[in-house]
């Protein structure tokens, strides 16, 4: 077991339900995460 630490959130509807609608999953889940964890070299 390799102990990588993760979650899983499940969401009534489609694959693409809410997603990007405003104040949808990408703008108020996705976007945040990405910005707190991900980190580019210019």
């Keep these: 077991m390799l102990h990588i630490k993760h979650e899983a959130e499940e969401y009534i509807g489609t694959h693409g339900s ?4 405003k104040n949808g ?5 996705m976007l ?6 991900l980190k580019f070299e210019e």
């Design 18 to 21: 809410e997603v990007s609608k």
């Design 25 to 29: 999953r990408i703008e108020n889940q």
């Design 32 to 37: 945040p995460y990405f910005n707190e964890h």
